[in-house]
């Protein structure tokens, strides 16, 4: 089985400082991690993911995150926040053995806002 | 926007009825995932559909069930409802099975009373 722990249920930071989600998980085989962003009102978007090859994944509007093995470790980073970075961040993890398919599970999220 | 549309926005209905989520994917898209959001559970999959067949299977109750349309249109039925599942239903597509980049609909927000 596996499963998603995001360490901090909300996170305040304020404007242009650097930010950084922590995301844990535990699985038994072979993992593919996510992360997603909820603005209010809306459905979630895909910010970034690793699949394979390098840990360093970049995703969009400047995040990225850090695929740590040994740690089993997957957090995100931002040098650089704006007001409009403001949402619900969700971490998930899927093993692909869903049918072959990457279903994820997903963390409780992180709710991260940015004061100016 | 990301080309998903689910109707209806808001949905609020009594507790034993029975009550139709519609959900319409990205053009091209071939895959359809429908996932509960609740305050107690979190956000958990239920199910997939791929093409019109059922690919995966999550933590769906047997109150509930869906389909895949030949126009790629996705319907989730919940029936028997009871006060825990109101919560926000959201639907997904992508363009093949693995699911590797899922692109999310508004979501329909569900209230039993």
């Known amino acids: 089985a596996q499963s998603v722990t995001q360490l901090d249920s909300q996170v305040p930071v304020f404007e242009e400082a650097p930010v950084e989600l922590r995301c844990n998980y535990s699985?038994?085989?072979?993992?593919?991690l996510f992360w997603y962003v909820q603005y209010p009102n809306q459905g979630l978007q895909l910010l970034l993911k690793?699949?394979?090859?390098?840990?360093l994944v970049k995703g969009i509007n400047g995040f990225e995150a850090e695929f740590n093995k040994s740690q089993t470790s997957f957090h995100l980073r931002k040098p650089s926040v704006h007001i409009s970075d403001t949402a619900e961040y969700f971490c998930a993890v899927s093993d692909g053995t869903s049918g072959g398919s990457y279903i994820p599970t997903f963390g409780r999220g992180t709710s991260l806002i940015v004061h100016p | 926007d990301s080309g998903v549309t689910q109707t209806p926005k808001h949905l609020i209905t009594a507790t034993g009825q029975r009550v139709t989520l519609r959900c319409s994917p990205r053009?091209?898209?071939?895959?359809v995932y429908w996932y509960q959001q609740s305050l107690d559970q979190g956000l958990q999959f239920l199910i997939q559909?791929?093409?019109?067949?059922?690919?995966a299977k999550g933590n769906i109750l047997e109150r509930f069930s869906a389909q895949q349309f030949p126009d790629l249109h996705s319907e989730l039925n919940l029936s028997s409802l009871e006060l825990g599942d109101s919560a926000l239903y959201f639907c997904?597509?992508?363009?093949?099975?693995?699911?590797?980049?899922?692109?999310f609909g508004p979501g329909t927000r569900l209230t039993v009373t």
């Open positions: 690793y699949l394979s090859g390098s840990t």
């Open positions: 997904a597509s992508s363009v093949g099975a693995r699911g590797e980049e899922q692109y």
């Open positions: 053009s091209g898209d071939l895959s």
């Open positions: 699985s038994s085989v072979s993992v593919y």
């Open positions: 559909y791929y093409n019109g067949e059922e690919r």
